[in-house]
């Protein structure tokens, strides 16, 4: 069975600071699929990142970085500097290699930043 | 630009009521995707469809229904059969190979009167 976790329901930070939102995901595949998309007050989902299960390197773009480690299931993502326009949910997805138009959702991060 | 158009943002539905929630893509996609977000539970599949006139059924299909007669359009149906309709509906689109990530309309907002 393919389940993503996203234990963080919502998060609150001061402006400037660092945060991390955390991603766990389950899946017997050996070949999958990792987002990350950004849902603003407006409602539409915004693609961030994808990453295949071949491909371990952390990425870095701009202010965001995501570290992704497959020995603990995980694909998090951290907001360094964080802005009030970051204020949004998150979502992390998992799409399998065999059904590829399947994608399984975690149930969100909500993040509020602070001015 | 290209992109998914949902209308209408808002709607309402009286009991007993079928309601038909539009979306639309111009990003030249074979597969589209509706989904329902509910506070605290992401987002679930109901139905998606990878070509025209084919499609399947999500986690969450029952009191829906769709149709796939153009490549363009996705039309999902709330029948009388939904019990608890209010909820976030969401559509999106790929191109339906190489795992592309989708991309989202900005949703319809359904309430019952």
């Known amino acids: 069975a393919q389940k993503v976790t996203q234990a963080q329901t919502k998060i609150s930070v001061v402006e400037k600071e660092d945060v991390t939102l955390d991603c766990v995901y389950e899946?017997?595949?050996?070949?999958?699929?990792l987002f990350w998309y950004k849902q603003p007050p407006s409602g539409e989902l915004v693609f961030l990142i994808r990453?295949?299960?071949?491909?371990?390197q952390n990425e870095i773009s701009g202010r965001y970085s995501w570290n992704f480690q497959k020995s603990t299931s995980s694909f998090n993502f951290t907001i360094t500097a964080s802005q009030v326009v970051d204020s949004a949910v998150y979502f992390c997805?998992?799409?399998?290699?065999?059904?590829?138009?399947?994608?399984?959702f975690g149930t969100g991060t909500s993040l509020t930043v602070i001015p | 630009d290209g992109g998914i158009t949902q209308s209408p943002k808002y709607l309402f539905r009286k009991e007993g009521q079928n309601v038909t929630l539009s979306c639309e893509q111009n990003?030249?996609?074979?597969?589209m995707y509706w989904y329902r977000q509910d506070p605290g539970q992401g987002l679930r599949l109901i139905y998606y469809?990878?070509?025209?006139?084919?499609?399947q059924k999500g986690d969450i299909a029952e009191g829906y229904s769709v149709s796939r007669e153009k490549k363009e359009s996705f039309p999902l149906t709330v029948t009388s059969a939904q019990k608890n309709p209010t909820a976030f509906y969401l559509c999106?689109?790929?191109?339906?190979?190489?795992?592309?990530?989708?991309?989202f309309g900005d949703g319809t907002r359904l309430s019952i009167l």
């Open positions: 999106a689109s790929n191109p339906g190979t190489g795992h592309q990530p989708q991309h």
């Open positions: 899946t017997r595949d050996t070949t999958y699929y």
């Open positions: 469809s990878q070509i025209v006139n084919d499609f």
């Open positions: 990003l030249n996609h074979d597969a």
């Open positions: 990453r295949n299960s071949f491909d371990e």
């Open positions: 997805a998992l799409a399998q290699y065999v059904k590829s138009n399947q994608f399984y």
